[in-house]
């Protein structure tokens, strides 16, 4: 193995480090602000900005110097391999601690998790409820109409009183914080399955 290969490999392993930590850091994040957004993302992107910049030969160049690491990222980050390897290590790196979290959060929470759940739930079971308070009073308005207009013909006094005309609530119209996270946990294990023979294809 060159010098070149142990500062190639060292710049991937730096990578990765740095990828794996601040999406594990977003894994913990309840509430995302813009605040947050641009620390996550602008720190990710000064990292490799700063290895293209420092390390790159123009600047090796223009300063006629000579140090470790010149051309080693430009290199790295042209290569498909390195792409690919960096979202298998991701995946495979933060695969386990979703899993940790998931099953922490259906099985084990505690009262930190029970009370923003709670305040989840609730937020969804208020404008659940005005939304019906709404449409109860729609239909009372749009009954008495009806009932004033087609209160002479035979037949529709009984419909109107029967509530066969009243519009009945939707029954999925709840989203459910448990489906979507469990639809997702399924997701991310056939995608590290399906990945399993792609790594057995580079790496054989």
Known sequence: MTQIDLQSFGFIIGTIITVVVNLEN???????????????????????????????TIVSKIFRINYNYVGVAQAVLLSGRFWLILVLNCTILLLPVYCREFYRMRFQPNE?????INQKYRHEEKAEFLTDIRQKVHLKKHLARSSYAFAQEKGWGPLITSGRMQIRPNPYSRTSH??????????????????????RFFFS
């Open 26 to 56: 977003a894994l913990e994040i309840w509430y995302w602000t813009k605040f947050y957004h641009g620390a996550l993302w602008i720190t990710i992107i000064v990292y490799f900005l700063f290895h293209v910049a420092a390390y790159s």
């Open 112 to 116: 930190i998790d029970k009370a923003r």
């Open 178 to 199: 448990d489906l979507g996270v469990s639809i997702l946990f399924y997701l991310i294990q056939i995608i590290f399955v399906l990945f399993i023979p792609i790594i």
